[in-house]
């Protein structure tokens, strides 16, 4: 059974202005993504900036973001890491902690082959029941989860149930699903790919777009997937211009712009981030307004 189906948010980590993270503006948000109809949420990934959150704070904004969801709507961790070691560790502590999924990320920097890979993951799967969504991102990681490594790993780890794909290569996605058979989901990494990656048997998004715009984005997968085809496919390219315009600058740099002009406070990014241009900052603006956001 799938993890969740529709859109789960990529939530951003809020933090206060010396740069600690902010669990009381942590909890606003999940209320307010839930109420807005978000299907999922997904703590610790790239917009939470997992990078240069310490372990321990790791793993304390998961287990947070679990209790305070409450058992609502599934909490999916991501738990990746270049050192295997290390992902065994904060997977295990997200199903000590009770989410219902972890998000690996494929080990970056040291650009494992794909035997790495299997091995990388299938050690994690024996380590947990959770299930897992491996997380496809070579523009990221330098590593590209082929295919055939794909569905080795989820016909021979019955807890690697899925795959965040956000490779953008549309063509390797299609060749995946057909060699899959039906043997692991598919969530669209990209928010722009959102309708296609659905046309190819996805379920989801795991989305960045869901921190300003979480009705919006269910309802480009609902739509999809009640059959409404044209619906969803005009709801996706309404929202291409904002989607651009939240990766006009390295992720999570615009969305934390976006919701701070937005009114929601969710504080500064951490070093090596730094705060979006000027130019760039306005632009996005007039795009929130244009598609209709409001902002302070």
Known sequence: MAIFKGAGVALVTP????????????????????AGGSDAIVITGTTGESSTLSEEEHVEVIKACVSMVNKRIPVVAGTGSNSTETAIMLTTEAEKAGADGALLVSPYYNKATQNGLIRHYTEIAKKTELPLIL??????????????????????CDNIVAIKEASGNISQIATLMQMAEGCIDLYSGNDDQITPILALGGIGVISVLSNVA??????????????????????????????????SEVNPIPVKKAMNLMGKEVGPLRLPLTEMEEEHAAKLAKIMQAYGLKLK
Do not use: C, W
């Open 214 to 247: 979480p009705r919006q984005t269910h309802d480009i997968v609902m739509a999809y997937l009640e059959g409404r085809t044209a619906e969803s496919t005009r709801l996706q390219l309404e929202a291409l211009p904002l989607i651009h315009a939240l990766f």
């Open 15 to 34: 933090m206060y202005e010396d740069g600690t993270v902010n669990f009381e503006k942590l909890e606003e948000l999940i209320n307010e993504q839930i």
């Open 135 to 156: 997380y496809n991102v070579q523009s990221r990681t330098g590593v590209n989860i082929e295919p055939a490594t794909a569905v080795t790993l989820a016909k021979t």
